[in-house]
């Protein structure tokens, strides 16, 4: 009996080729991933700054910087824009301190638990306020007469260690025994955050009045 051709597509050798490649080009596609996600990821240096070579996620030293946040149209959203030195808590901190302060700020957002209430780069609750660029949030000049400090960054740690003292909102912040050194700490967190180029997250948050320009 003559035997009638067999569709390719009914082929049990033809699939499992196909498999096979499939699966080959995707292990390499994954590989090829993971090692640009990793360059992309990984964090700048302080001479990077002084170069001004962005980052995605800058140095350290970040925090002896002014940041704004604007539009980009080649993108649609906002950007982190590192501008020229300014004091943080009226000094310019070193790679090594810079470096220590960060550290301090991320063990005490840790231990602190604020992701039981806030959202840190897209992790934890929104029951308060997305903290990602929280920084750059132009509600903090309100409390520098608050306050009576000078600086955002003063005005914020003071807030962070006395927050019952300034009642802003019906869903207050607990006092959560913060110390004024975990204080500096976390609001060099804050800064560093802001500064992470998180391809426009949270969405619209530049569209807050002054946000943009980081005023």
Not at 36 to 59: C, F, H, W, Y
Not at 62 to 79: A, D, P, Q, T
Request: aromatic residues 10%.
């Amino acid at each position: 009996m003559e035997e009638r051709p067999t569709s390719v597509w009914a082929s049990g050798r033809f699939w499992q080729r196909s498999a096979g490649w499939v699966t080959g080009f995707a292990a390499i596609l994954l590989i090829w991933l993971t090692f640009d996600t990793g360059a992309q990821i990984s964090m700048g240096s302080d001479e990077d700054l002084k170069n001004g070579i962005t980052k995605r996620v800058p140095a350290p030293t970040v925090i002896n910087y002014n940041i704004k946040y604007e539009m980009s149209e080649k993108r649609g959203h906002e950007v982190p824009v590192i501008g020229e030195k300014e004091p943080f808590f009226g000094k310019e901190w070193s790679e090594e301190e810079a470096a220590g302060l960060l550290r301090l700020g991320k063990l005490t957002s840790q231990a602190k638990n604020c992701m039981n209430c806030h959202t840190l780069l897209g992790n934890g609750a929104y029951y308060a306020p997305d903290l990602t660029k929280a920084w750059l949030d132009p509600a903090w000049e309100n409390y520098l007469g608050m306050t009576g400090k000078s600086t955002r960054e003063e005005a914020i740690a003071e807030f962070l260690q006395f927050p019952s003292k300034y009642p802003t909102h019906e869903r207050m912040m607990p006092n959560l025994g913060i110390t004024a050194d975990e204080a500096i700490g976390l609001v060099a967190f804050l800064k560093h955050m802001s500064s992470i180029d998180t391809n426009g997250f949270p969405r619209n948050f530049g569209k807050i009045e002054g946000a943009i320009h980081g005023r």
